[in-house]
């Protein structure tokens, strides 16, 4: 799975944000915490990384 436009990108972190348990809302977020932040970007990362390379990488 590619994400290659800002659209798809968007609905990717809010299926990620609901994967998690982040409550993340349609435009400002500057009240989420550091550490929600990262449980989100951390997974997006892993997402991409694994459609670049076809590897699953899971702990």
Same mark, same amino acid.
């Given at each position: 799975?590619? $994400?290659? !436009? /800002?659209? *798809?990108? %968007? *609905?990717?972190? $809010?299926?990620?944000? =609901? %994967?998690? +348990?982040? @409550?993340? #809302?349609?435009? $400002?977020? +500057?009240?989420? =915490? !550091?550490?929600?932040?990262? #449980?989100? +970007?951390? @997974?997006?990362?892993? /997402?991409?990384? *694994? =459609?670049?390379? +076809? @590897?699953? $990488? @899971?702990?």
């Amino acid at each position: 799975m590619a $994400y290659n !436009s /800002k659209t *798809q990108f %968007e *609905q990717m972190k $809010y299926e990620i944000a =609901s %994967e998690v +348990g982040v @409550n993340l #809302k349609q435009g $400002y977020n +500057g009240d989420l =915490s !550091s550490r929600d932040a990262g #449980k989100i +970007g951390g @997974n997006i990362v892993k /997402k991409v990384f *694994q =459609s670049y390379t +076809g @590897n699953n $990488y @899971n702990k």
